[in-house]
Structure formats: C-alpha cells, structure tokens
C-alpha cells in the first residue's frame, strides 16, 4: 500500500483553504500536507509526547490532549474539515467521538481498517485473526480496542443522523468504488450533521 497516495486521496477530500482539525494527528504529515499543497490552516490532537514533537518540527500546530476526554474545548462549527484517520478503532467511545466531530466541523472525515476485506474474512475462515498491512498487530498486542467494516460504519452513520457525502475504500493506493466492504482495506467516509 502506498501511504503517501493514501494521504494524497485523503487529502483531495478536503476542500482548498479550509480550516482542518485533525484528532489522532500522528506526525503531522498530513496537516502540512494540506497546508503547503491546499492553503489549508488547523490544528491537529495528540497524545503521544514524540508525535506533539514531530509536528512542532514540521510547523503544524498541535495541542497534546486525549480524545477519550472529548472535544470539549472546541465550539460546534469551529472547522470546516475535522479529520479522524485510523483512529476510530483505537477509541473506546467510538460513537461519541464520531458525533463530536460532527458537532465541532462542518464535515467530517474518517479512515479506518475495513476488517470485512476479504482476505480478512479468508483468514478468519480458517480460524484466525488477520495480519495485514492495514491491520499489522497480533490479536494479542494490537493497539486497536475494536474492529469495524464499511458496511458497519453505513448504519452507525444512519444511526447517529450523520449524511454520508462520499465514501470509497483504498486498496493498494487505489480508490475502490465497486464493492468496497470486499475489495478494500482501509474505509474513507466523508460526511455532515443532517
């Protein structure tokens, strides 16, 4: 898989000059990804002391905060993008945090492991879990709390009133439009608040 076409992909989501909150921001690739090639301004969360210090390095502003602690600092509408990739899967309250960044962006965009690609269900099928590039851990030291599928995200999303705009997965540094919930290995949603 391609990372750096993943971020490009990810990154022709959010609309040119927008103001972007990325939560679970790692090193800030990203956000200076969108601030060099889309004029595009923010702020990116993390936890991790080594991630708070790659982003500095890189000129993105971040705030150290844990997500599990809510998005409380942050009034509804304060973005214009906020950005959850590959972090819906290591949160506890998965459903909250989906709701808060629709709450605090005016479209929100999450990415996440497609656990229901097929070589996944191949792999459980034989009675195991799956190791695979978008999910590299064990069962028994994976960072993740939960896994989830396309089609899974579909109802949460209908659930918790959110209005899917796009979605699609990746697959190799490919957009995969036929038969996502199959084909793909990592899940792209961009949404709003009905």
């Known amino acids: 898989m391609s990372e750096r076409k993943d971020l490009e992909i990810i990154a022709g989501l959010v609309p040119e000059g927008s103001r972007v909150l990325d939560l679970g921001c790692g090193n800030g690739e990203l956000l200076a ?7 595009c301004s923010g702020y990116g969360i993390e936890i991790a002391d080594h991630n708070v210090l790659a982003c500095a390095q890189r000129g993105v502003d971040v705030i150290q905060l844990n997500l599990e602690d809510g998005l409380a600092i942050f009034e509804d509408r304060s973005f214009d993008v906020v950005l959850q990739l590959e972090t819906l899967q290591h949160l506890r309250n998965t459903e909250k945090m989906l709701r808060e960044t629709a709450r605090v962006g005016r479209i929100g965009i999450v990415s996440f492991p497609n656990f229901a690609h097929w070589p996944n269900r191949l792999r459980v099928a034989t009675g ?31 659930k918790d009133g959110l209005r899917i705009l796009d979605s699609f997965g990746i697959q190799g540094g490919e957009v995969v439009r036929a038969w996502p919930n199959l084909l793909a290995s990592v899940a792209v949603f961009k949404f709003e608040r009905t």
């Open 128 to 158: 195991r879990m799956p190791v695979t590039k978008a999910l590299p851990y064990e069962w028994y030291d994976t960072p993740n709390i939960r896994v989830g599928t396309y089609a899974d995200f579909e109802v949460l999303a209908r």
């Open 33 to 39: 990804y969108l601030q060099s090639r889309r004029g």
